[in-house]
């Protein structure tokens, strides 16, 4: 049956890729398909956040370089934090440039992403010598990369062909590309009779999801736990601003309560999803 009608334990057996196969069975595990997003600037907030939600979250996503007061010490507790709490790192790079730009992208520079991250995310527009550069630093290290099928935000172009185009790279590396940051389940998607598609099983990260907003002032659209996982397949439900509004001055009651409320969500419409 389609992957989305197994139970994130069973397709966990399947997974030859690391970082795919822990994460599914952490989700099994916490009964949790929230990924809470990080985006903030101060690292007292992020770490307070962190440390509030870590017992609900399979998945904790960073856009490293919007914090202000970096240093390696926020790479250690991160680190800490992800084995206390038992979730993985997902460093929200959005890769788009050539092999050789990106391999130092990921492993150089201030952040050496690859160190930590167990799973980063890619652009399709380079074509597949971006997957290409990425797994020759990802693979050794036991990475997970995602590509971006489909965005969340209005307007974007990445529909139709593209989104097909996307998969078609996704399916040609199903060792490194472990899945789609998009709206819908992706398998078969954009595959010719000859395409041995059987088994194939992609984890779809589904952002844009909110219980109160339908969107914000810049673009962004939201949809429900239920409308994304129960509806249309999606695996993880990546929420920001839903859980901790402004980031700023976090309060850690308030943030736990929604991240508690966002788990229940997502939880819910996927026991419904696999029941059917
Ligand atoms: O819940 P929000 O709107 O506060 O945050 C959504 C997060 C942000 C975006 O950079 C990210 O999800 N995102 C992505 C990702 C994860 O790649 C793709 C996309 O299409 N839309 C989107 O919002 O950190």
Redesign the pocket.
């Given at each position: 049956s389609s992957p989305h009608l197994q139970t994130y334990n069973e397709r966990a057996k399947k997974h030859a890729n690391k970082a795919a196969k822990a994460l599914l069975e952490i989700m099994e595990e916490k009964q949790s398909n929230l990924s809470v997003?990080v985006?903030v600037t101060k690292s007292k907030d992020f770490f307070d956040i962190i440390e509030a939600v870590g017992p609900h979250v399979c998945l904790r996503?960073t856009?490293i370089d919007v914090l202000e007061d970096f240093d390696a010490t926020v790479i250690d507790r991160l680190r800490e934090l992800s084995e206390k709490h038992k979730f993985l790192i997902f460093e929200?790079r959005?890769f788009a440039d050539i092999g050789s730009t990106v391999v130092l992208q990921y492993s150089k520079g201030i952040y050496k992403i690859a160190d930590w991250a167990h799973i980063t995310?890619a652009h399709a527009v380079p074509g597949p010598s971006i997957i290409t550069g990425l797994a020759s630093v990802g693979i050794p290290k036991d990475r997970g990369l995602i590509l971006?099928a489909e965005?969340?935000?209005k307007g974007?172009l990445t529909t139709g062909s593209y989104t097909e185009d996307a998969v078609r790279m996704a399916r040609a590396r199903r060792d490194f590309v472990i899945g789609f940051?998009a709206q819908h389940r992706m398998e078969g998607i954009g595959a010719s009779d000859t395409d041995n598609i059987a088994g194939e099983d992609f984890l779809v990260?589904a952002?844009?999801?909110?219980l109160d907003a339908t969107g914000?002032a810049m673009g962004?659209q939201y949809r429900t736990p239920e409308q994304v996982v129960f509806e249309s397949g999606c695996d993880v439900i990546?929420?920001?601003?839903?859980i901790y509004g402004k980031g700023e001055n976090v309060d850690a009651r308030e943030v736990l309560k929604q991240a508690q409320r966002y788990q229940a969500a997502g939880w819910e419409a996927y026991k419904k999803r696999v029941q059917r």
């Open positions: 997003s985006d996503k856009h929200d959005k995310n971006l965005m969340s935000s974007a940051i990260l952002p844009g999801v909110g914000d962004q990546i929420v920001g601003r839903g």
